[in-house]
């Protein structure tokens, strides 16, 4: 079984015993609606491919479900200003993961980790920073993933290599659930030091939300 099936089961059942019903509050999404991704993600990633043109196909599991998820979650963002945040940061991060694949050694046995995960690991991290928020984070991280995904296989393309190229495919999709959970994680993580940090033993004036400091108003 590979990391990102892992990773799915992990987070179904967390979901299924109630945890991370604060993470899941502040992504606009319900148990069942996570349940019903998660599934399908797991499920569609084991159907065979789909032909686009050419010698390029898409995995469902890895490529499209995810897309429809990061979709669903830009629609539900909260301002323009998160939205506009979140396109900025995928690009940034699809160019960033886009450039390593460039820089890092051609013999993926020489390096100390599959690239595949290393790529996952990055994504989140540099969604993370530039999302902020755990929506502006997760769509940026498997956008970002996919983008660069897309960008590689035009570049094998323009180069005329004659070569199966697969969205979300195979290790790619390992880097997708990767960088997406990895992205949230820390965004959960930070968010909720921040907030402790900021709320002390008074009560707060500000609060942490999505990924932005905002007054809180109180009663009488």
Known sequence: M?????ILGVAGLLVLFGVGQRVLDKMRL???QALLFIALIMALG????????GNVWVNLGGAVVPL???VYLFVKAGSAKEKVR???????TGAAIYAMGRLLPDEP???FMDPNYLYGIAAGVIAYVLGRS????????????????IANAVAVSAAGVDQRLVLGGAGVYDAVVISGFLAVL??????ELIERATRGKKRPQKEFVGGEFVDRRHDG
Not at 46 to 53: H, Q, T, W
Not at 134 to 149: Q, W, Y
Request: hydrophobic share 55%; proline share 4%; net charge negative.
């Open 2 to 6: 590979s990391v990102g099936m892992i």
């Open 134 to 149: 755990r929506r502006c984070a997760f769509i940026a991280g498997v956008t970002g993933m996919l983008l660069a995904n």
């Open 186 to 191: 820390l965004a959960e993580l930070v968010g």
């Open 86 to 92: 979140s396109v900025v940061a995928a690009i940034l």
């Open 68 to 70: 429809i998820l990061c």
């Open 46 to 53: 084991f159907v065979p491919e789909i032909p686009l043109g």
């Open 109 to 111: 046995e020489t390096m």
């Open 30 to 32: 319900t148990d069942r």
